[in-house]
Every structure is written in C-alpha cells, then in structure tokens.
Nanobody, 123 residues
Framework: QVQLVESGGGLVQAGGSLRLSCAASGRTFSVYSMGWFRQAPGKEREFVAAIDWSGGVTYYADSVKGRFTISRDNAKNTVYLQMNSLKPEDTAVYYC????????????????WGQGTQVTVSS
C-alpha cells in the first residue's frame, strides 16, 4: 500500500513558477514509476509528466515540454514537478500517481493516487 500526498500548489501570475511535491508512504517507493496528471474544470484528466522507477527516464506532454521538469528523490520518497513559465491554461488540480507496471501516460493504469493540489495561474 502506498499513500500519496501532494503539496506546493497555489496562486501564481502568468510567467511564474511553482514546485509541486508528492510525498509517498511505504518502503517500496523506489520500485514505482510516478506520474503527474491534471484536471481542469469540465475537462478530462490529462497526462503531464512521468518518471520511471530509477529517475533515468522521463516523459512529458507536449503542452508542458520545456517548461516543466519531473524529478524524484527515492531516499526521501518524494517526486517533484518544477513548473516554470506558467500559463493560465495550466490552471488545474494536479494529481500524483504511482504505478508498478503502469502505462505512464494513462492514469487508469496506475495503482495509487493522491487527493490533488490546486494550481491557479492568473493572467
């Protein structure tokens, strides 16, 4: 069992930055691939970024490539999402996911997820 708790969301002006964190419980964090997804009001949940268990491979949605960076610290059981050059269209609730054998861009294939953290970008 893995419990995930996101933090770091908030209100920021366009062009600003935020860093989201996702703290995981349990001693097996390092075997899980991790993903960030987001959901805006009235829209489906969409893939943002993912990282494999080692941290050596990362994936990004085209909409965030070059602006967002996913990383992990297995010693701290934490995954991060550094978000730079934020745009109003990045406004959403951001969710952290953990999956042992997930298809990284599909949230339905992950095993665990958190409650989400709100990110609001004003224009």
């Amino acid at each position: 069992q893995v419990q995930l708790v996101e933090s770091g969301g908030g209100l920021v002006q366009a062009g600003g930055s935020l860093r989201l964190s996702c703290a995981a419980s349990g001693r097996t964090f390092s075997v899980y691939s991790m993903g960030w997804f987001r959901q805006a009001p009235g829209k489906e949940r969409e893939f943002v970024a993912a990282i494999d268990w080692s941290g050596g491979v990362t994936y990004y949605a085209d909409s965030v490539k070059g602006r967002f960076t996913i990383s992990r610290d297995n010693a701290k059981n934490t995954v991060y999402l550094q978000m730079n050059s934020l745009k109003p269209e990045d406004t959403a609730v951001y969710y952290c996911y953990a999956g042992r054998w997930a298809t990284l861009t599909d949230h339905r294939t992950y095993d665990y997820w958190g409650q989400g953290t709100q990110v609001t970008v004003s224009s």
